[in-house]
Nanobody
Framework: QVQLVESGGGLVEAGGALRLSCVAS??????????MAWFRQGPGKEREFVAT????????YYADSVKGRFTISRDNAKNTVTLQMNSLKPEDTAVYYC???????????????????WGQGTQVTVSS
């Protein structure tokens, strides 16, 4: 397992944008060997899939609720995974978690149980 650290959360008005970042807390860990994902958990809700990206960054999948508004990307040289969130809505309010697995990314890998490493989360609040 690898320990992950998220940053970039905050309070934003509806229609605004935020950029979340995820890095490994141990700089000796090379994230290029991990499939990475973002999940979120809103108040009183279960943790839900947001987006995932394969080892090279060439393959990505998104939840329907964020498709066209959010973009997941990775910079393996900087050992960083990013979630660019545009056109934010109040229903995007949640704690956002970065997750990792050494499994090869396949379609349908959208369950929290598919990922073995997690960060502590960063709060995103979208006001109406």
């Amino acid at each position: 397992q690898v320990q992950l650290v998220e940053s970039g959360g905050g309070l934003v008005e509806a229609g605004g944008a935020l950029r979340l970042s995820c890095v490994a807390s141990n700089r000796l860990v090379i994230l290029s060997g991990y499939t990475m994902a973002w999940f979120r958990q809103g108040p009183g809700k279960e943790r839900e899939f947001v987006a995932t990206i394969g080892w090279s960054g060439a393959v990505t999948y998104y939840a329907d609720s964020v498709k066209g508004r959010f973009t997941i990307s990775r910079d393996n040289a900087k050992n960083t995974v990013t979630l660019q969130m545009n056109s934010l809505k109040p229903e995007d309010t949640a704690v956002y978690y970065c997750a990792a697995t050494q499994r090869w990314l396949v379609a349908g890998m959208t369950q929290p149980s598919d990922f073995g490493s997690w960060g502590q989360g960063t709060q995103v609040t979208v006001s109406s």
